[in-house]
């Protein structure tokens, strides 16, 4: 199987809200799933079914790439080396740093990609329309930084 | 819902993210240096449908399969969404990641995501230590 054009894969993601709220009752988000992982040394709260969603994700990455016949261990970004012209370490700083942000971000701002960009701008919430503007300003800020900076250093 | 029903359903999203090619760093940078525009094109689709399915759930009275209410509430405006949405979106810029699609990489074998998915644990811990201080809501969902 091929990945999927952007019109199914997005009506597909898009139909998944709805359809996830019908039978659970609840709209779904995976940045509180993190914070529901770090608040496991206490007792589980009405919030605990978002850390076994997240648990679900690797699961469906690993369907994904069996699905399409792929299935090689990679550990090098290679998007990260070819853009950003970093090596190893690097790739790594940018990573992690950047995986710091993301997780501090979410959760100040409440929500990431998709209980944000998804699930809250289909809401109508102007949070969620905000957060969004948020995301892709400072999304193309990091991007076009590190592009001048990798042809500073060329 | 049990626990092992939130796990199928999550996979069930993890397997449309990468489907989606949401999963793939060169498309998120792509998306950024706008010389790819595949993930535009799946975020405003899904964005519509989302929206499509939601009303379609208003009006049939907001419940679930077994009659239970559905929470539809929309996050309230706060100005924390506007500084967490930049620096969410700088660390998504850094990395060509989101919470979601680190965590379905993973599954997907790639193994680069652990640092991500590492940080964003970190960075969510450090914001939950500091939030108080901080004054900024500790939002509950997403």
């Known amino acids: 199987m091929q990945n999927w054009p952007f019109w199914i894969a997005g009506m597909a993601l898009g139909a998944f809200v709805p359809l996830f709220a019908w039978t659970s009752g609840k709209l779904l988000g995976i940045s509180s799933g993190y914070a529901e992982a770090c608040a496991l040394h206490k007792p589980a709260g009405s919030e605990r079914w978002k850390l076994w969603f997240a648990l679900g994700l690797p699961l469906g990455g690993l369907a994904a790439t069996l699905a399409r016949g792929e299935g090689e261990v990679a550990s090098t970004s290679a998007a990260l080396v070819e853009h950003f012209h970093v090596g190893n370490a690097g790739q790594y700083l940018l990573l992690a740093l950047g995986g710091l942000l993301v997780g501090y971000g979410s959760r100040t701002a409440g929500g990431c990609t998709s209980g944000h960009s998804i699930v809250g701008i289909a809401l109508g919430a102007k949070s969620s329309l905000v957060a969004t503007i948020g995301f892709m300003l400072g999304g193309f800020a990091a991007t076009w930084l590190l592009i001048a900076l990798a042809g500073a250093r060329a | ?142």
């Open chain 2, 1 to 142: 819902m049990k626990p092992l029903a939130f796990i199928a359903s999550g996979a069930v999203f993890g397997f449309l993210l990468s489907m989606a090619r949401a999963t793939d760093a060169a498309a998120i940078v792509g998306m950024f240096r706008l010389t790819d525009l595949h993930l535009f094109g799946v975020i405003g689709s899904a964005i519509a449908t989302a929206a499509l399915g939601i009303a379609l759930l208003k009006r049939s009275g907001a419940r679930t399969a077994s009659g239970e209410a559905i929470a539809l509430a929309p996050k309230p405006y706060h100005r924390a969404v506007v500084v967490g949405g930049v620096i969410f979106g700088l660390g998504w810029g850094l990395s060509a990641t989101c919470p979601g699609t680190a965590l379905a990489q993973l599954g997907e074998g790639k193994l680069y995501a652990l640092p991500t998915i590492g940080g964003i644990l970190l960075g969510t811990w450090i914001q939950q230590r500091l939030a108080p201080r901080a004054a900024v809501a500790p939002a509950r969902s997403c």
